[in-house]
């Protein structure tokens, strides 16, 4: 299965992948008006952390183990055909379970609008996701590794 | 070769999700005395207080034991297990035979001798029935006030559910605080603090002492200190024992639970047990117990799944872990969080009042080994993973607490193992 | 402090209706332009530090950034131009030598724009290159003026010994450019790209990073006047081997890298401590004549057994034809000559601007005297400074370049936007920078492929005009004067450059 990866060497911190997940995450998908007027504003699935020159973009790893699969009391985060991890966010309760497990801290809390886990789904319907097609220094890779 | 799921909750489908990784092709039966599809027992508190409907209480998708190619037996007990003629006793007279039998029974509520608990309007709460029994009750009775006993995670989702049905609700706990299992002193005032101000009285150090009736029907009950409550509604949310009374003679040993080695085995040829009903092995404590709890529950079944299909599997372990939210405060706790003074472990606390956020780490041997997030809990998992992984994180202490921790603190091989991907070279 | 008399010379342009407030150009920039402002959620300029490299307009997701000049208008007067005038508010304010990176920007003639190539037309057929073979190859090295041949047994035996040579799969190098004046990642990003194109890079006076000894196949290993990072294992590693006497941006000057650029590994590299300033010194203290320059030559050839090429860099100055001679007498294979307007990564300015020659005549003048002398096939010529496109190629090899070095344009293909300030160390396109924070905007694995995109485009340009004017290798333009034809030029230049005027038969 393809999978995001991160070279951290090559991150510059630019947070472009956040601005263009959060648009593609948007109602709209149209960038000047997911972040000037949609409100609540669309939350980017993925965070770029930074200390001093080092950063990387954390996106959901798709584990193929997945600790929130197993342990998301609902059901709501499950894998689908082509072994993507997703949350249905109109099953989920918003219990943060994922929260917990996730050992990469990949998951994040909507809760503009109806609460609800929060994470990458890679771009569904998209060839490639948004945060790999717009990474200035291809720091984001989408790769079938084995 | 058949596969026989006793059980019909998280740890039933992680075992027929693992045993259809391996073999598609000989059949899985589920026999589960609940008639029902399914479902998300964590749930139904939320199905009571109304913020779910029924539709969405499943937990699989309704074709989900077709596309498993699943038999299923719903609403039928089993009575006993035969290990000699690897069969089943149903109730009514029925008899099953399996070739690998999965034990995924869960647990059973503890609700204590009081006088007055076999009356109308006293409840415990574990099943899907439950929910919907106490939601007609309530509403039959015009229910206006409610004891729930047990100052626990599940007796304060009940407590909750009642409240957002305008029930006025006493909590009853006998620890002189709530939460006393899975919090520390400073998570338990919080989380108080936060029930009374949703207008929940809440009485520590206290049980009750009877419950009486009026017309057949609960009417008040009498604590401890001899204090009476009034009340219509009594619930039961002590916790739950490992539901193992239908191994009492098959040979299968049990303590508290029924005792099973790391890939999930009895030790009886063909059995395995999984979820609430066994002693699992604690990681923090190196040694099996019963952790109730659903993500573990799901994980052994899985584990139980593949070794019954052939594919061998270690379980890696659990830890108590829970994540919920009091009066819309998210919390999360994990492992071992109120040690004992001293004793080799060290404590780090970080609470901003202000901004109502609580978090404190437990350490022993420069590992993580509990955690407790309360207000903000994002990211908690890199926590729960260092905890998993037994990470030393002395090098990096100070980082643990810091507002903006995350992966970037982590040792760099730890991190790039976490960001790459394993045995990947960047 | 007292006043500050110099205006902005860039405006940042921010169309609010767009700006998103991502702190994407915030973030990107190390100038410290550009800030957020929390409390009212906006971004602001301060266009004051701006030196226009674009990092910030070329990275906004929506584009909201323009960056235009800041057209402060003095009272004209085409004597004291704004550019003056700055110059002189900048010195009186900090009594230093101004400093510049990249090469010569002032309005000298460009007398390859004043070059125009031939065609085929009816009377002598034009090539397709893209039917028939077409020979890029270029051997760079000493070429003996006879060769003896047997009668054996087996067929005709070469007698003659062949120099050492460099053979090069299109007639373009990457010109010398120093680990510490330019990142790691954009020496590794040259030295694969040289790898995977068949041609060589330059290590520059910075001596030869660890890692890249791999590449040693594809390496011209400096020897300058510092000496920086030169020892037995460099020498061996390199393909061929360059002293450096004089550089196109700075002639007569020694090199200053400053302190902060001197990282750990950049000093473990050019083996000085770390956080000092690398001074090379304007000359060799060893070389005051060309006896001098032919006993190091030879120091070189001893060292690494008459293996290697070895070539010596020099600045196109007054009397260049002259010093090319004697280079080539020196015992040279090749010679490389840096015009005026080749780049660096920091020179005095006003040295920058007003020293050396034009590379065109300069290449003219060395090719016509070392004919004269009958040495031209002793010495390769590598002409650099300000190649620009393949048609600078092309015109240089016809005035009588084996080669051509090629360094802006190679790091214009890597992102850089000739913003000239690499000796600030702040390069926001990670190319003349150590600061890792920047060095890692350049992904080497972009680097190379663009770079070899480059190389690649430019053959097939060439391949075109050559086919163009019925030649089919690159051999058969070099020194082929006839070939060009000047327009705009004066009876001098046509003479100086050896060529005819357009329109001339
Ligand atoms: C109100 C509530 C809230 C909870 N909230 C959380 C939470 O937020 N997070 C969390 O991690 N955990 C939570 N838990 C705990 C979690 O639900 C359990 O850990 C989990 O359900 C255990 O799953 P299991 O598969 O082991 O068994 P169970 O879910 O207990 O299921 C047992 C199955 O066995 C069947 N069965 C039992 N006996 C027989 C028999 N004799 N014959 C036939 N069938 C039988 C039952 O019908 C049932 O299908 C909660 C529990 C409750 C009650
Ligand atoms: S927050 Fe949603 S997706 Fe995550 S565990 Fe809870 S229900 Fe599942």
Sequence with gaps: MKRIYVNEEYCIGCRLCEVYCLTQHSRSKKIIKAFKEETPRALARLVVEEEGPLSFAMPCRHCEDAPCVAACITGAMHRDERGAVLCDEERCVGCWTCIMVCPFGAVQRSIAGRKAASKCDLCYGEHTPVCVMHCPNEALVYEERT | MRYVIIGNSAAAVGAIEAIRQHDTEHPITVVADEPYHVYSRPLISYLLGGMVDEARMAYRPRDFYTRYRVETMLGVEVTQVNSQTQSLMLAGGGVLTYDRLLIATGGRPFVPP????????????????????????????????????????????????????????????????????????????????????????????????????????????????????????????????PNVGLVSNA???????????????????????????????????????????????????????????????????????????????????????????????????????????????????????????????????????????????????????????????????????????????? | MSLNLLASEFQVVRDDTRCIACQVCVRQCANDVHAYDAESDVVYSDETRCVGCHRCATLCPTRALTIRLALHEFRPNANWTPAALYNLYKQSQTGGVLLSGMGCDQPYPVYFDHLLLNASQVTNPSIDPLREPMELRTVIGRRPGRVEVTQGPEGLRLETRLGPHLVLETPILFSAMSYGSISYNACLSLARAA?????????????????????????????????????????????????????????GIGGHLPGEKVTADVSRTRMIPEGTDALSPAPHHDIYSIEDLRQLIYALKEATNYEKPVGVKVAAVHHIAPIASGIARAGADYIAIDGLRGGTGAAPTVIRNHVGIPIE??????????????????????????????????????????????????????????????????????????????????????????????????????????????????????????????????EVELNALGIQAAGAA
């Design chain 2, 114 to 241: 009081v006088p007055g608990v076999d009356l109308e309007g006293v409840f415990p709460f574990t099943r899907l029935d439950d929910a919907r029994q106490i939601a007609r009750y309530i509403e039959r009775h015009h229910v206006r006030s409610a004891v729930v006993v047990g100052g626990g995670l599940i007796g304060l989702k009940t407590a909750e559910a009642l409240m957002a049905r305008a029930v006025r609700v006493t909590i009853v706990e006998l620890a002189d605080r709530i939460l006393s299992m899975t919090f520390d002193r400073t998570a338990s005032r919080l989380a108080e603090s936060l029930l009374r101000r949703a207008g929940a009285d809440v009485r520590t150090g206290l049980t009750v002492k009877e419950i009486v009736e009026r017309q057949g029907r609960v009417e008040h009950v009498v604590l401890q200190d001899g204090e009476r409550v009034e009340c219509d509604l009594v619930v039961f949310a002590i916790g739950v024992r």
């Design chain 2, 251 to 426: 040979g299968i040993p049990v303590q508290r639970g029924i005792i099973v080695d790391r890939q999930m085995w009895t030790g009886v040829p063909g059995i395995y047990a999984a979820g609430d009903c066994v002693e699992g092995y604690d990681l923090l404590l190196g040694e099996n117990r019963p952790i109730a709890i659903w993500p573990n529950a799901y994980r052994q079944g899985y584990v139980a799944g593949c070794n019954m299909a052939g594919a061998e599997r270690v379980y890696e372990g659990g830890f108590p872990m829970n994540s919920v939210e009091v009066c819309g405060v998210p919390t999360i706790s994990v492992g071992i969080t109120d040690p004992p003074e001293g004793d080799g472990y060290e404590v780090l606390e970080r609470y901003d009042r202000e901004a109502l956020s609580y978090r404190r780490l437990v350490l022993r041997d420069h590992c993580l080994v509990g955690m407790i997030c309360v207000g903000n809990v994002d990211r908690a998992g890199i926590y729960t993973g260092l905890i998993r992984a037994r990470v030393n994180v002395a090098p990096f202490k100070d980082y643990l607490l810091a507002g903006h921790f995350g992966l970037i603190s982590l040792p760099r091989e730890y991190r790039k193992h976490l960001v790459v991907g394993e045995g990947i070279e960047v």
């Design chain 3, 195 to 251: 790898k995977e194109c068949g041609i060589l890079y330059n290590t520059g006076e910075g001596g030869l990073h660890p890692t890249l000894y791999e590449y040693g196949p594809w390496t011209i290993a400096q020897v300058a006047s510092g000496r920086f990072g030169v020892h037995p294992e460099y020498l061996r590693t390199a393909a061929a081997l360059e002293i450096k006497i004089g550089q196109g941006a700075k002639p």
């Design chain 3, 361 to 490: 005549l300069a290449i003219a003048a060395v090719d016509q005297r070392l004919r004269e002398e009958g040495i031209r096939h002793q010495v390769s010529l590598i002409a650099g400074g300000s190649i620009r496109s393949s048609a600078d190629v092309v015109k240089a090899i016809a005035l009588g370049a084996d080669a051509v070095y090629i360094a802006t344009a190679a790091l214009v293909a890597m992102g850089c936007h000739l913003c000239q300030k690499c000796y600030t160390g702040k390069c926001n396109w990670g190319i003349a920078t150590q600061d890792p924070y920047l060095t890692k905007r350049l992904n080497p694995n972009i680097g190379v492929r663009r770079l070899a995109n480059l190389i690649r485009a430019w053959s097939l340009e060439i391949k075109e005009m050559l086919g163009g004017m019925g030649l089919n290798a690159i051999e058969s333009l070099r020194g082929n004067r006839d070939h060009l034809r000047g327009v705009g030029l004066n």
